[in-house]
Structures are given as structure tokens and as C-alpha cells.
């Protein structure tokens, strides 16, 4: 990191401020990151999506993932990427954005964790295949049928956007379906629902029909954070991204990074507050 113009440059004496900062930083390690959501991907299911054969080559579940870890970015949420036979017990909210293949220990595993009082959000064409990429007969989203208290007759891919009575915008895809056991939240011009909540167990479970647009996404996504109890580590500036890594002995730290161009306040939930300069980061103990 020494340049060529030699140790008297900017470069240099950052990386020499960066090195004292992570030396007082020592007692971070061994510490995890603190999240009570999780975002559920499969790369079985990816590569199973990828194949040509499909309804639609505007699907894609990567990208579809990134959006929905985005819309939680924008919210102040931290989520880990868990696996859908991984252990949710630490969760309060699941969002599982496009899994066409679950296998049934991964099908049962969600719905566990919402008999157990948890919030699940999930995105269209799910639960459509096990894990040898075999059609579950009986009717869409196959897998989770019961959790989702939704019956899904017909795909119907969109040639155009269309708006829906929220006034939010669906795009790429469709569902024809009928609810069984769910309450509708939102639906297409149509009458048909669009989104859709369940209540399971001592939890609910959430469903899109449609691919939203993003700040409709974002507004599905503050709702499901709110229904579970999900709140950001620190009360923060939009752009200023917070996250709480804690020791299992109850010792924690809170990031506060500010990723604009301009000073912002962070306020921790007890009542703390710290100025972050414009691209910088603070690290608060306790």
C-alpha cells in the first residue's frame, strides 16, 4: 500500500489510520453478526430454474434475491442467506424471494417456523418442484399450499407491467389464484390476488403473485419487518447502513457505516447518539 509518490501521501496515511482503528478493534473478533432475518436461496434450485424449459426466461431468481436484500438494506435490516433446511430458529422473519425446488425437508422446515410464530414472506413460482425438479401435482405453490392458504391454478407470464388495485405495478409474471385459507392484501384488475397473508400456527405467512416494483416491494417488506418485530440495530439516515455483531458473554459492537455524502446521525436503542462523517464509518461498544 506505500505509492509512489512515497509514505508522505493520503493513501499511506489512511492505510496507517485504518491500521491503528483495527488494532483498538481487537476485542470484535470471535463476534457474529446479530441478524433476526433471513433470505432463503439454494443454488439446487437455481441451477433447476435455469433450464430452458421454463414459463418465462424473465424470472430470475439471483437477481429476484438481490432486490429483496435490498429492499431489507434500505429498511436498516440485517438478514443472513440460510439454506432452506438450515436452522431458523433464530429468525423472526424469513422472506424466501423464488424457490421453484424445495425439497420436503426444506418445504417443512418453513413451515415449522411459522407453527412456531414466525413471519414468512414468499415471492411466485415457489414450491413448484422437489428436489429431483419434479412437478408437485395438485396444484401451485405445490410445497407450501397449506402454509400459504393459496391454490394456484395457471401461470400466466406478462408481455407488459400491469398495475394493480394498490396502485403498486406487477411486471414479467402472473398467477391465476383462488384463496383457501388466506386474506387477500392486494390483487390485479382482475380481482385476482396479487398478495396474500395466512395465518399459521402461531405465525402468518405472506405471499406475492407478481413481481413488484421496487418501492411496492419495499412497502411489502416494512410491513412483514413490522408484523414480526424486526427492527434496524440503531435508528439511522437512509444510505447510513447499521449492524450489531455480539459476543456470546453479551459484549456487542454496532457499525454504523455511511455510505453518502454527507454527515449523518446514528441513534442506538438506548438512546446514544453519533455523528458518522460522510464515508466514514463509527463502531459504538455495548
Same mark, same amino acid.
Given at each position: 500500500?506505500?505509492?509512489?509518490?512515497?509514505?508522505?501521501?493520503?493513501?499511506?496515511?489512511?492505510?496507517?489510520?485504518?491500521?491503528?482503528?483495527?488494532?483498538?478493534?481487537?476485542?470484535?473478533?470471535? *463476534?457474529?453478526?446479530?441478524?433476526?432475518?433471513?433470505?432463503?436461496?439454494?443454488?439446487?434450485?437455481?441451477?433447476?430454474?435455469?433450464?430452458?424449459?421454463?414459463?418465462? *426466461?424473465?424470472?430470475?431468481?439471483?437477481? &429476484?434475491?438481490?432486490?429483496?436484500?435490498?429492499?431489507?438494506?434500505?429498511?436498516?435490516?440485517?438478514?443472513?442467506?440460510?439454506?432452506? &433446511?438450515?436452522?431458523?430458529?433464530? $429468525?423472526?422473519?424469513?422472506?424466501?424471494?423464488?424457490?421453484?425446488?424445495? /425439497?420436503?425437508?426444506?418445504?417443512?422446515?418453513?413451515?415449522?417456523?411459522?407453527?412456531?410464530?414466525?413471519?414468512?414472506?414468499?415471492?411466485? $413460482? /415457489?414450491?413448484?418442484?422437489?428436489?429431483?425438479?419434479?412437478?408437485?401435482?395438485?396444484? $401451485?405453490?405445490?410445497?407450501?399450499?397449506?402454509?400459504?392458504?393459496? *391454490?394456484?391454478?395457471?401461470?400466466?407470464?406478462?408481455?407488459?407491467?400491469?398495475?394493480?388495485? /394498490?396502485?403498486?405495478?406487477?411486471?414479467?409474471?402472473?398467477?391465476?389464484?383462488?384463496?383457501?385459507?388466506?386474506?387477500?392484501?392486494?390483487?390485479?384488475?382482475?380481482?385476482?390476488?396479487?398478495?396474500?397473508?395466512?395465518?399459521?400456527?402461531?405465525?402468518?405467512?405472506?405471499?406475492?403473485?407478481?413481481?413488484?416494483?421496487?418501492?411496492?416491494?419495499?412497502?411489502?417488506?416494512?410491513?412483514?419487518?413490522?408484523?414480526?418485530?424486526?427492527?434496524?440495530?440503531?435508528?439511522?439516515?437512509?444510505?447510513?447502513?447499521?449492524?450489531?455483531?455480539?459476543?456470546?458473554?453479551?459484549? *456487542?459492537?454496532?457499525?454504523?457505516?455511511?455510505?453518502?455524502?454527507?454527515?449523518?446521525?446514528?441513534?442506538?436503542?438506548?438512546?446514544?447518539?453519533?455523528?458518522?462523517?460522510?464515508?466514514?464509518?463509527?463502531?459504538?461498544?455495548?
Amino acid at each position: 500500500m506505500l505509492p509512489h509518490a512515497g509514505p508522505d501521501a493520503k493513501v499511506f496515511r489512511e492505510v496507517k489510520a485504518l491500521g491503528a482503528e483495527l488494532a483498538g478493534l481487537a476485542g470484535v473478533a470471535g *463476534s457474529r453478526v446479530e441478524a433476526e432475518a433471513a433470505l432463503l436461496v439454494d443454488h439446487s434450485s437455481v441451477w433447476a430454474q435455469d433450464h430452458p424449459a421454463q414459463p418465462s *426466461s424473465e424470472l430470475d431468481p439471483v437477481e &429476484e434475491a438481490k432486490r429483496w436484500h435490498a429492499a431489507l438494506w434500505r429498511a436498516g435490516v440485517t438478514c443472513d442467506i440460510a439454506h432452506p &433446511e438450515g436452522d431458523l430458529s433464530a $429468525y423472526r422473519l424469513v422472506l424466501v424471494p423464488q424457490l421453484y425446488l424445495v /425439497s420436503d425437508a426444506g418445504a417443512a422446515n418453513l413451515e415449522a417456523f411459522a407453527r412456531r410464530g414466525g413471519v414468512v414472506l414468499v415471492g411466485p $413460482y /415457489s414450491g413448484v418442484v422437489d428436489e429431483h425438479d419434479r412437478v408437485r401435482l395438485g396444484g $401451485y405453490p405445490g410445497a407450501w399450499r397449506e402454509l400459504l392458504g393459496v *391454490s394456484v391454478e395457471e401461470f400466466f407470464p406478462l408481455a407488459a407491467p400491469i398495475r394493480l388495485a /394498490s396502485g403498486a405495478t406487477g411486471r414479467a409474471w402472473s398467477e391465476a389464484a383462488r384463496v383457501t385459507t388466506a386474506k387477500v392484501l392486494d390483487t390485479y384488475a382482475s380481482g385476482e390476488p396479487a398478495w396474500t397473508r395466512n395465518e399459521f400456527g402461531d405465525g402468518a405467512a405472506h405471499y406475492l403473485t407478481t413481481l413488484l416494483d421496487d418501492a411496492a416491494l419495499a412497502e411489502v417488506v416494512v410491513t412483514v419487518c413490522g408484523e414480526s418485530g424486526v427492527v434496524p440495530a440503531a435508528a439511522a439516515e437512509p444510505g447510513v447502513e447499521v449492524v450489531r455483531r455480539a459476543h456470546e458473554d453479551g459484549r *456487542s459492537f454496532l457499525f454504523a457505516i455511511n455510505h453518502t455524502a454527507a454527515d449523518a446521525t446514528v441513534t442506538t436503542r438506548d438512546g446514544r447518539t453519533v455523528t458518522v462523517a460522510a464515508g466514514d464509518v463509527a463502531v459504538l461498544r455495548g
